[in-house]
């Protein structure tokens, strides 16, 4: 079975309460000590990875967030999906041989740029192009960013943001997509995308505070990311040494 096929099984026969956690490694080290505590897989956080480069998030070269997931795949034997923003810009041939080269199982590919939501039908487009070019070589999490920058802003109505997630999600899984990601969306909305979102669903879990994993699983996800929260943790943590230092 191909890394990328082994990935794809850990999302289903996942029973509620257990779903599939995936630590966000930010460099190689970090990569090493969550494969070391016995995670299945990984993935990686575009933000994270970006403060372990130096640039602010949604700042860092491709070149160099490529170069970065390959180091971190490379140091590990487990499977590694990769968090790319949107794309790139890149043609969906040339992202997929990229994320190939790069030593990865999957990617992340956000619906929204520069603040603002992409539309519908050329992103489901787009992840149909990726998918097309990928066949089963990568598993495709398509976040979906609605409760970010669109109908889930503030003073929009819950359901109206639940509908327009739904619709985006059913679109990409259309077009291709493994599992959908509605970044931000609230732990009791999780019921009602569960209900219609066909296939894996992604929750955002907060290291410190908030629902744990289990308790998001028993909500309706099937896998739980952590964004940059972990590389926060971790780099407020050296500060508290190196204040300690320091004083």
């Known amino acids: 079975m191909s890394g990328a096929e082994t990935f794809r099984?850990?999302?289903?026969?996942?029973?509620?309460?257990?779903?599939?956690v995936l630590p966000g490694p930010w460099d190689a080290a970090s990569a090493r000590v969550f494969a070391e505590a016995g995670f299945p897989a990984l993935a990686t956080p575009s933000a994270g990875v970006a403060a372990s480069l130096g640039y602010a998030d949604g700042s860092?070269?491709?070149?160099?967030m490529f170069a970065a997931?390959?180091?971190?795949?490379?140091?590990?034997d487990v499977p590694v999906s990769a968090d790319?923003?949107?794309?790139?810009?890149?043609?969906?041939?040339?992202?997929?041989?990229?994320?190939?080269?790069?030593?990865?199982?999957?990617?992340?590919?956000?619906?929204?740029?520069?603040?603002v939501l992409k539309d519908l039908r050329r992103q489901a487009d787009f992840l149909a192009e990726v998918r097309a070019a990928a066949g089963d070589r990568l598993f495709v999490n398509a976040?979906?960013?609605?409760?970010?920058?669109?109908?889930?802003?503030?003073?929009?109505?819950?359901?109206?943001?639940?509908?327009?997630?739904v619709e985006r999600a059913v679109a990409y899984v259309a077009a291709g997509a493994?599992?959908?990601?509605?970044l931000l969306a609230p732990a009791d909305a999780l019921p009602a995308l569960r209900a219609g979102v066909p296939g894996p669903l992604n929750a955002l879990a907060l290291p410190a505070g908030g629902p744990s994993p289990a308790e998001l699983g028993?909500?309706?996800?099937?896998?739980?990311?952590?964004?940059?929260?972990?590389?926060?943790?971790?780099?407020?943590a050296l500060r508290e040494i190196a204040d300690g230092l320091a004083g």
């Open 9 to 20: 099984a850990l999302h289903h026969g996942r029973a509620p309460g257990d779903p599939l």
């Open 69 to 76: 997931v390959a180091r971190i795949a490379r140091a590990v």
């Open 60 to 64: 860092t070269p491709p070149r160099e």
């Open 218 to 236: 028993a909500l309706g996800a099937t896998r739980i990311t952590f964004g940059p929260g972990l590389q926060r943790r971790a780099a407020a």
């Open 178 to 182: 493994d599992c959908v990601y509605p």
């Open 143 to 165: 976040r979906v960013d609605t409760f970010v920058h669109g109908d889930g802003g503030p003073g929009r109505a819950a359901g109206q943001a639940v509908e327009r997630t």
């Open 84 to 115: 790319v923003e949107d794309g790139y810009g890149l043609a969906p041939k040339e992202l997929v041989e990229r994320l190939l080269e790069a030593g990865v199982v999957g990617c992340n590919l956000e619906d929204s740029h520069g603040g």
